[in-house]
């Protein structure tokens, strides 16, 4: 038979799962809010091309979408955070209920522009985390063969900032053979995926967006505040 005691665990800081805590009496009925970035500055990126696209689906599914312009940013503290283009960043993380991230693959990997954005995303801001428990979804594209390298960062990425990342995903390979001239995406199973992935992302928005605290809380920070309390209360008294 198991053993049903925990000597390592505090039990006061022990929260039992329910289904009632995840049932909201008063579900928001705003519009959803995406903040999409995108990461390229070059005169025609596909990955802006490719961002604009989901953000028009978005915007179909009734969401309200803001687009973050890199362009002026800093890389990471090279700049204080006060810098107008930092201040616009974080304004719109904090605003957002979810969010698209959007790269191309450079050697193997993210753009230093769509890695300075996440960087200057704070993990804290004095006790409110501006990320955990906002959706994310994850898009690439690729001037070769279909890769998925970009979007696996990303993911990994997304996981550190305690953020809801859904399962599907976008690669786009050879995008620039993917849009027209004016810059609209052609018809192909990309772009059916591109759908796929926004509307996946929309209804897990609408399904977390006001349980999302209640899902990302966990136990070691309950106790990590709990003893930070501690040490604060104890030392007014001495």
Not at 20 to 44: K, Q
Not at 172 to 181: D, L, W
Request: with cysteine; glycine share 6%; hydrophobic share 40%.
């Amino acid at each position: 038979m198991m053993e049903s005691t925990f000597p390592a665990l505090r039990a006061d800081l022990f929260d039992v799962p329910t289904q009632d805590r995840l049932r909201v009496p008063a579900p928001s009925l705003h519009r959803p809010r995406f903040l999409m970035l995108y990461g390229s500055l070059r005169d025609r990126s596909y990955s802006r091309l490719l961002t604009f696209e989901a953000a028009r689906l978005l915007e179909a599914m009734g969401g309200e979408v803001k687009i973050f312009d890199p362009s002026g940013l800093p890389l990471a503290d090279s700049a204080p955070d006060a810098h107008p283009k930092v201040r616009e960043l974080r304004k719109l993380a904090e605003w957002s209920e979810g969010m698209v991230w959007c790269s191309p693959e450079r050697h193997g990997s993210m753009t230093v522009v769509m890695k300075t954005q996440i960087d200057w995303i704070p993990l804290s801001v004095g006790a409110v985390r501006p990320t955990q428990g906002k959706t994310l979804a994850v898009m690439q594209v690729s001037g070769g063969s279909q890769s998925f390298n970009a979007v696996n960062q990303l993911r990994v990425l997304g996981r550190w900032m305690r953020m809801l990342t859904i399962p599907n995903q976008s690669s786009v390979a050879k995008a620039f053979n993917e849009f027209t001239e004016d810059g609209r995406m052609k018809p192909s199973a990309y772009y059916d995926r591109v759908v796929d992935v926004m509307e996946e992302l929309f209804k897990f928005t609408l399904l977390t967006r006001d349980i999302g605290p209640y899902l990302v809380d966990r136990y070691s920070e309950r106790k990590e505040s709990a003893e930070e309390l501690s040490k604060r209360v104890n030392q007014g008294a001495i």
